[in-house]
Nanobody, 127 residues
């Protein structure tokens, strides 16, 4: 059983940057494809980014491509989401997700029951 804990959310102004962290416990992340989803009030869950177990492959949602970067440190069992040029529409609860032996494409369309999820961290972008 893997536990994922996100941190780093906050209140930002448009154009600012923020990095989120996701620390895993209960298993080593070296075999897991990891990623981030987000959900804004009244909207469906949205895929943000994914990275393969070895970091060789990444995938981004269209809304964040070119602004967000996912990275991971398997030594410290941690995944990061670096967010630049934040916009009000980036406001959401951001969730860390992990799935063993998955591709990034698989994680993009993963069902909630088929992966490990964190509890989420709130990111609010407002002037």
């Amino acid at each position: 059983q893997v536990q994922l804990v996100e941190s780093g959310g906050g209140l930002l102004q448009p154009g600012e940057s923020l990095s989120l962290s996701c620390v895993a416990s209960g298993d080593r992340l070296s075999g897991y494809t990891m990623g981030w989803f987000r959900q804004a009030p009244g909207k469906e869950r949205e895929f943000v980014a994914a990275m393969s177990w070895n970091g060789a492959s990444t995938l981004y949602g269209d809304a964040v491509k070119g602004r967000f970067t996912i990275s991971r440190d398997n030594t410290h069992n941690t995944v990061y989401l670096h967010m630049n040029s934040l916009r009000p529409e980036d406001t959401a609860v951001y969730y860390c997700v992990g799935k063993l032996y998955a591709t990034t494409q698989m994680l993009r369309s993963v069902s909630p029951a088929d992966a490990y999820w964190g509890q989420g961290t709130q990111v609010t972008v407002s002037s």
